[in-house]
């Protein structure tokens, strides 16, 4: 405890529900405004950008490289952080995530916007957690792209998929980070 009589888990949940309810305040504030539609594309840009704050930040703190072992361990704090319950496992060339709570989720439910969730999930977790792939890609210039190929990523890049999701009432998220192989990779959500 300290001089505010707070424990660093009070002050941490503080920021952490803080983060949560700004996010889902800004959202609502826009869609009032303007519409699902647009707000969801506008959250879309939002979510392009903050993840590689994260990872870079995260990268820096941790004093972390490029590649999927070190992804593994970015993505690991940051899911802690937030509140998540996952297993993370390797499998040759890839990170198996099973995430059995996501706290984003549990929010939509809890206010009452359940059955928005999955069109949410369909554009916000696909676009978060692709730009964590591409930030921890090996070749990555820091802008997104790689030195390679153009789209994201080069030969050694990681690419990012579903195979199961909560929000389409499934009993957890399976989420994949892959090297990228010649033939690329399919979302399989």
Not at 134 to 151: A, H, L, V
Not at 153 to 178: M, N, P, Y
Request: proline share 2%.
């Amino acid at each position: 405890m300290n001089e505010n009589g707070l424990t660093e888990e009070q002050k941490t949940e503080y920021y952490r529900r803080s983060y949560t309810a700004v996010d889902g305040l800004w959202f609502m504030k826009i869609e009032e405004r303007l519409g699902f539609d647009l707000a969801l594309k506008i959250d879309e840009s939002v979510w392009s950008i903050l993840p590689k704050i994260q990872a870079r930040t995260l990268k820096g703190m941790m004093n972390l490289d490029d590649g999927i072992s070190d992804l593994q361990r970015a993505l690991s704090a940051r899911l802690a952080m937030e509140g998540y319950e996952f297993e993370m496992e390797r499998k040759d060339d890839a990170l198996e995530v099973v995430v059995r709570k996501c706290p984003w989720h549990q929010i939509m439910v809890r206010s009452g916007r359940g059955s928005l969730s999955e069109q949410v999930s369909d554009v916000i977790c696909r676009v978060e957690n692709g730009t964590w792939a591409r930030e921890f890609s090996p070749g990555n210039r820091g802008d997104g792209k790689s030195s390679g190929d153009g789209e994201g990523g080069d030969s050694e890049g990681i690419v990012f998929e579903r195979e199961a999701r909560l929000c389409r009432g499934e009993e957890k998220c399976r989420l994949w980070f892959r090297k990228k192989c010649e033939t690329g990779y399919q979302d399989k959500s």
